[in-house]
């Protein structure tokens, strides 16, 4: 489903007057993934750098170009786990945070 520019707008002003809102769409997009949902935490991780950074900085942040960086969160993108985290790592910089995984602790009985 094609995301209108209405609705990408709508994103990038909420995001640049709500910093918890920006924070919010780092950790869903960083969840997803963890959870499976590759396509969503990338859709969502893309959302988050057009409406803050956007590719071009982040490009020159991490020394990567911008075309490449839009390509590896597009639907058919794989990025590398060294790109993914390196984009990760300055992503939560800029925005002053560090996300941490934490574990469910589980109890399974077995008969």
């Known amino acids: 489903m094609a995301i209108t520019r209405q609705f990408k707008e709508t994103i ?5 007057r709500d910093p918890e809102f920006r924070v919010g769409l780092l950790k869903e997009s960083i969840e997803s993934m963890l959870a499976g949902d590759t396509e969503t935490g990338k859709m969502i991780l893309r959302d988050y750098t057009n409406a803050t950074i956007g590719f071009k900085k982040l490009g020159a942040v991490t020394h990567k170009s911008p075309k490449s960086l839009m390509r590896m969160f597009s639907p058919s993108g794989n990025p590398t786990a060294k790109n993914l ?18 574990t469910l602790r589980q109890t399974s009985i077995c008969f």
Not at 12 to 16: E, K, N, T
Not at 85 to 102: A, C, R, S, W, Y
């Open 85 to 102: 985290f390196d984009i990760l790592h300055t992503l939560q910089k800029k925005e002053g945070v560090q996300l941490e995984v934490q």
């Open 12 to 16: 990038q002003a909420r995001a640049l």
